[in-house]
């Protein structure tokens, strides 16, 4: 399949004056607007949004991190891969995103320009709370905490009641509409002490509704005539709400270089890598994987997605040339170029390497290739290798080498609440036992957290959202931290696994044709979750005849099975050529394991080949306890071997057949596992010079897919 060369709006967005003069004319370009009249010219809709992010609060005493780039990632998304006109977004940010200004810019830029059938994306980043309703009867309710409110509940009460929120919507002339709120209410108790950015701001008192948002939220209610049941599933009449958590928790991945909403870069990162055909329970499904694996449990993954999940998100089917990994936003002389990260994975962003490459074609040779210079966090610089004379702002190209360093440890950030001398102790005990390095939670991204539980004073490892790792509490208070990481040796060494492996996760960037179905049982009923690459031809007959829970109210976002339950892996090769496969599990209680075949080690091409062997007594299974478990099957043209001879060594020469072996050595496996993709992706040193520093992976060479799963209570 041969891809060709997509041009893509870009220009400047709309400006933010003032609350009265903030709606002139927006001149662009005359090659703009000839791409924006195409990108129009299947529909007589209007696309219109208005995104809000607010990091910084009037009242000074608390502040997050990635909301306005919230609305920087989600307005990218729009303009480059759903054909919006910039002079369409308009965005209010920080001290611009008071009340007043958030209802003006509804009523003068939504409300008044809308049409019937128009699109309308609205996005809201920032903290959210339990609000009172009234003195008497204790009512609750959630809010948006707009700029002006006062944090400590005790000042001025600025808040946008949900309620009131999706009111407005509904009095639109159009009901496709679709709300993202990267927001929480609830006033979350951790586990650990620790500064955890969470969205769900938590003062010392539920505080009262301001007595205008009140009279506001009955008005426009009256207004509406319609229930206000969007939440819950019921109301038919339109809209879709995306949201982190109705009674979830919604976080941020933090570093010195990089903050944004976990929740809005799982949607626009799902959003740049989808393969056509999706839809909102598609998307559902893979923004609740990503959020549960870094959140560490369920609960924090409660994705809403109201109504109408057979619909494309945002009302707009999107092809398959918008799809893609980086986005040109600069372009200068001597063939020099800015671009922004926009697709990849949150580990492999957070883990890419100079000398990376994107392009448009299969073949490095031919059309646009671009080479990654410099990286700082999503931004990165680099030079035209080919296509100098098609290169322009608004390009979207597509990973086609990826660059990881060999040199890759397990960041701990270390609980605010360790002494001095615990953290001396801890950060020396973590180097000597493996490649674990200790940081400040916030100066870079955490992959896990040390610190202490508030319940006994006992060691443990946290996720980013405070969430228990299991298996890692001591049974035992007050032993010493450097005790505490021998112990936990064994969590950290299968951590760091599961982060190299999941460095290698490319499924829909993968430019070989596979595809990959599992299948599992619950309550005597079988179901099946199927991945495919950009390039597979379509679906298998099995996976084509399978029909999810119409009702999404109903519908689990994870893959749901009792501990005991055993899975069934798929893999069709639709190339003509042999293929090579790996396959890894991490369980519910974060042991590492591998499948191992000594007669079957591939797929033959255009066949199916099924694992475990149905004929044969071994059994897929994860036994742990309630949690959070993950699969991940690897395709590649070239052999495991180095991944093999490891095996042989973990199970000590006592490989049968077909094998499911717990790894005692997991770093080393899954460093095999990306030696071998790098030694059969063939990369030169006249492209990547520092071979013998990195991993160097040619997405034609492999494919890499999760599933992720939940052992249910």
């Known amino acids: 399949m041969k891809l060709n060369r997509r041009t893509f709006l870009q220009g400047a967005g709309f400006t933010f004056a003032s609350l009265g003069g903030f709606f002139g004319e927006t001149i662009l370009p005359n090659h703009q607007l000839n791409r924006y009249a195409q990108a129009l010219g299947a529909s007589n809709s209007r696309k219109l949004a208005l995104l809000v992010g607010i990091n910084q609060y009037a009242s000074g005493d608390s502040y997050l991190r990635g909301c306005v780039t919230d609305v920087e990632l989600q307005k990218e998304l729009l303009v480059s891969r759903f054909g919006f006109n910039p002079s369409d977004i308009l965005s209010l940010n920080n001290g611009k995103a008071s009340r007043e200004s958030i209802l003006t810019a509804f009523d003068e830029h939504l409300a008044k320009q809308v049409k019937e059938n128009d699109i309308v994306v609205f996005h809201f980043s920032g903290y959210g709370r339990q609000v009172r309703l009234n003195e008497g009867d204790g009512k609750i309710g959630e809010s948006l905490i707009t700029h002006g409110s006062s944090l400590k509940g005790d000042g001025r009460n600025d808040d946008i009641l949900l309620d009131s929120l999706?009111?407005?919507?509904?009095?639109?002339?159009?009901?496709?509409?679709?709300?993202?709120?990267?927001?929480?209410?609830?006033?979350?108790?951790?586990?650990?002490?620790?500064?955890?950015?969470?969205?769900?701001?938590?003062?010392?008192?539920?505080?009262?509704?301001?007595?205008?948002?009140?009279?506001?939220?009955?008005?426009?209610?009256?207004?509406?005539?319609?229930?206000?049941?969007?939440?819950?599933?019921?109301?038919?009449?339109?809209?879709?709400?995306?949201?982190?958590?109705?009674?979830?928790?919604?976080?941020?991945?933090?570093?010195?270089?990089?903050?944004?909403?976990?929740?809005?870069?799982?949607?626009?990162?799902?959003?740049?890598?989808?393969?056509?055909?999706?839809?909102?329970?598609?998307?559902?499904?893979?923004?609740?994987?990503?959020?549960?694996?870094?959140?560490?449990?369920?609960?924090?993954?409660?994705?809403?997605?109201?109504?109408?999940?057979?619909?494309?998100?945002?009302?707009?089917?999107?092809?398959?040339?918008?799809?893609?990994?980086?986005?040109?936003?600069?372009?200068?002389?001597?063939?020099?170029?800015?671009?922004?990260?926009?697709?990849?994975?949150?580990?492999?962003?957070?883990?890419?390497?100079?000398?990376?490459?994107?392009?448009?074609?299969?073949?490095?040779?031919?059309?646009?290739?671009?080479?990654?210079?410099?990286?700082?966090?999503?931004?990165?610089?680099?030079?035209?290798?080919?296509?100098?004379?098609?290169?322009?702002?608004?390009?979207?190209?597509?990973?086609?080498?990826?660059?990881?360093?060999?040199?890759?440890?397990?960041?701990?950030?270390?609980?605010?609440?360790?002494?001095?001398?615990?953290?001396?102790?801890?950060?020396?005990?973590?180097?000597?036992?493996?490649?674990?390095?200790?940081?400040?939670?916030?100066?870079?991204?955490?992959?896990?957290?040390?610190?202490?539980?508030?319940?006994?004073?006992?060691?443990?490892?946290?996720?980013?959202?405070?969430?228990?790792?299991?298996?890692?509490?001591?049974?035992?208070?007050?032993?010493?931290?450097?005790?505490?990481?021998?112990?936990?040796?064994?969590?950290?060494?299968?951590?760091?696994?599961?982060?190299?492996?999941?460095?290698?996760?490319?499924?829909?960037?993968?430019?070989?044709?596979?595809?990959?179905?599992?299948?599992?049982?619950?309550?005597?009923?079988?179901?099946?979750?199927?991945?495919?690459?950009?390039?597979?031809?379509?679906?298998?007959?099995?996976?084509?005849?399978?029909?999810p829970t119409p009702n999404v109210t109903q519908q689990k976002q994870l893959i749901n099975i009792s501990a005991g339950s055993s899975f069934s892996i798929s893999i069709h090769n639709e190339n003509d050529y042999d293929l090579y496969y790996m396959i890894v599990g991490f369980n519910s209680s974060g042991r590492a394991i591998a499948y191992f075949s000594t007669q079957n080690v591939m797929v033959n091409a255009r066949e199916t080949f099924t694992i475990p062997d149905p004929q044969n007594t071994i059994k897929l299974i994860d036994n742990g306890n309630q949690g959070i478990g993950e699969l991940i099957i690897i395709c590649s043209q070239s052999p495991f071997n180095n991944t093999f001879n490891q095996l042989y060594k973990n199970s000590k020469n006592s490989l049968e057949e077909e094998s499911i072996i717990v790894l005692k050595n997991p770093v080393s496996i899954a460093q095999s596992i990306l030696l071998d993709l790098h030694e059969g992706s063939g990369i030169t040193t006249d492209l990547v010079p520092n071979l013998s520093d990195v991993y160097a992976l040619d997405l034609s060479n492999w494919a890499s897919f999760n599933f992720v799963y939940e052992i249910e209570s």
């Open 166 to 547: 999706i009111s407005l919507f509904q009095t639109l002339k159009t009901s496709r509409y679709t709300l993202v709120l990267d927001t929480s209410y609830q006033p979350f108790e951790v586990s650990t002490a620790t500064k955890l950015w969470l969205r769900s701001y938590r003062g010392d008192n539920i505080p009262m509704i301001g007595s205008q948002e009140l009279a506001f939220n009955q008005d426009i209610k009256q207004k509406s005539k319609k229930s206000n049941s969007l939440l819950k599933g019921k109301d038919k009449s339109g809209g879709i709400i995306f949201t982190s958590a109705t009674e979830g928790l919604a976080t941020e991945i933090t570093s010195n270089n990089f903050n944004a909403g976990l929740f809005t870069y799982s949607i626009t990162h799902s959003l740049w890598q989808s393969v056509a055909p999706i839809n909102n329970l598609i998307l559902s499904k893979k923004v609740a994987a990503n959020i549960a694996l870094i959140n560490g449990e369920l609960q924090y993954t409660n994705i809403t997605l109201a109504i109408k999940n057979d619909l494309s998100p945002y009302y707009i089917s999107a092809d398959e040339e918008h799809h893609g990994d980086i986005v040109i936003t600069n372009v200068s002389k001597g063939n020099n170029v800015e671009f922004d990260l926009v697709g990849l994975p949150l580990l492999v962003l957070f883990n890419y390497g100079v000398n990376s490459c994107f392009s448009t074609e299969i073949d490095l040779s031919q059309n646009v290739v671009v080479q990654v210079n410099s990286l700082m966090g999503n931004k990165a610089k680099g030079v035209i290798l080919k296509g100098v004379d098609k290169v322009e702002n608004g390009l979207v190209l597509r990973e086609a080498v990826r660059v990881i360093s060999r040199d890759i440890d397990l960041m701990v950030g270390l609980d605010n609440s360790l002494q001095r001398i615990e953290r001396v102790d801890a950060t020396s005990a973590l180097t000597s036992v493996g490649d674990f390095k200790a940081i400040n939670v916030g100066d870079n991204y955490a992959d896990c957290i040390l610190g202490k539980l508030t319940s006994n004073g006992s060691y443990g490892l946290f996720s980013q959202a405070g969430v228990l790792l299991p298996n890692t509490m001591a049974k035992t208070a007050n032993e010493a931290v450097s005790t505490a990481v021998k112990r936990l040796s064994n969590a950290l060494q299968n951590k760091l696994a599961q982060k190299l492996v999941n460095l290698t996760l490319n499924g829909s960037a993968s430019r070989l044709p596979v595809r990959v179905e599992v299948e599992y049982s619950q309550n005597k009923q079988s179901y099946i979750s199927y991945q495919k690459t950009l390039f597979s031809d379509g679906l298998s007959n099995k996976s084509a005849n399978f029909k």
